[in-house]
Nanobody, 127 residues
């Protein structure tokens, strides 16, 4: 069974930093582009960032460009999201997802490209 398990969420003051991790199991990690999405209460899930299977090609939502950095370690089968200069509007549940459809060097910002999802980790940014 495929599992994606997020960790690293918590409560932080505005301007602070957090690093989220997503540990994958039950799949061939290097065969998937990986993405992060977030969902705030009463809102739809939105794209945050993604990284390709190889070569480190990345994409970011405009709202997080320059503040967040996605990375992956294929040997550890883990994807990370480093979040700096956090703002209250970043408060959300953050979800890790695995994308089997994008090619080796490409990523997708569209939810329907992602086949597997983690349970989410809460990030709360206070003002």
């Amino acid at each position: 069974q495929v599992q994606l398990v997020e960790s690293g969420g918590g409560l932080v003051q505005a301007g602070g930093s957090l690093r989220l991790s997503c540990a994958a199991s039950g799949l061939t990690f290097s065969n998937y582009a990986m993405g992060w999405f977030r969902q705030a209460p009463g809102k739809e899930r939105e794209f945050v960032s993604a990284i390709s299977r190889r070569l480190g090609n990345t994409a970011y939502a405009d709202s997080v460009k320059g503040r967040f950095t996605i990375s992956r370690d294929n040997l550890k089968e883990t994807v990370y999201l480093q979040m700096n200069s956090l703002k209250p509007e970043d408060t959300s549940v953050y979800y890790c997802a695995a994308d089997s459809r994008s090619s080796i060097v490409r990523v997708s910002t569209t939810r329907d490209y992602y086949d597997y999802w983690g349970q989410g980790t809460q990030v709360t940014v206070s003002s």
